[in-house]
């Protein structure tokens, strides 16, 4: 029973990271790619960790296993909170260093803010 | 269940060969960046694959820690030097 639960974990965690895999490859823009790998990673490196820690109890409930579960879940938790905040902070470089989404028309937000700027100054 | 790690692991390793096309060919460095740090993504999953593979998880567990740290910490320090320097 357990083994099942596990292993129905790693399969979405496999599907979420291949998700993101696929949106990395496919979109046409740093930020989109951002947006694609941020999310669906975290959620299935979390996902998979815990099926890998359920899987890990298995093999009996002595000290060393529920140790090493404990160390798995410690990770997961990392990982909840490391991989949001290197994908803000790559985004937000990327922003101030001013580098352009990509749009339909090819007129950005920020062409838009120098605009409004210059419009201000005159 | 091992066929299913097994199965699992070669799955993974087919996602990191697709996310270094990434890698090689993307138009900015922050493309880069990113995919380097998917990839280490994936590379954590593998280790504890691994270790179930090999029955020795309580020693690829460490492994995949301090990987993962690592990992964490490269990624923001690049991010800190494109921040000073401008994406390339």
């Known amino acids: 029973m357990i083994e099942i639960l596990s292993a129905t974990l790693i399969v979405l965690g496999l599907f979420l990271l291949l998700a993101g895999t696929v949106g990395l490859l496919r979109l046409p823009d740093f930020y ?3 947006h694609s790998v941020g999310k669906s990673d975290t959620l299935g490196i979390v996902l998979c960790l815990s099926g890998v820690a359920l899987y890990n109890l298995t093999g009996g ?3 060393t296993n529920i140790l090493v579960s404990l160390k798995i879940m410690t990770m997961a938790v990392f990982w909840l909170i490391a991989n949001p905040t290197t994908t803000h902070a790559l985004a937000r470089s990327a922003y101030q260093s001013g580098l352009k989404p990509w749009t339909k028309d090819g007129i950005t937000e920020i062409d838009l803010d120098e605009k ?3 419009e201000a100054t005159n | 269940m091992e066929d ?3 199965g699992a692991a070669i799955v993974i ?3 990191a060969v697709m ?3 990434r890698a090689v ?3 900015t460095d922050i493309d880069r960046i990113i995919s380097v740090g998917a990839i280490g993504t994936k590379t ?3 280790l504890l694959l691994m270790g179930l593979i090999y029955k020795r998880l309580d020693m690829f567990v460490d492994i995949a820690l301090c990987y993962a740290i690592i990992n964490f910490v490269g990624t923001l320090l690049f991010a800190k030097y494109f921040n000073r320097k401008g994406v390339l």
């Open chain 2, 19 to 21: 996310t270094i096309y």
């Open chain 2, 44 to 46: 954590v999953i593998l």
């Open chain 2, 13 to 15: 390793s087919l996602m």
């Open chain 2, 4 to 6: 299913f790690f097994l």
């Open chain 1, 61 to 63: 409930f002595t000290l």
């Open chain 1, 116 to 118: 409004r700027a210059k």
């Open chain 2, 25 to 27: 060919a993307g138009p």
């Open chain 1, 32 to 34: 989109c790619r951002m």
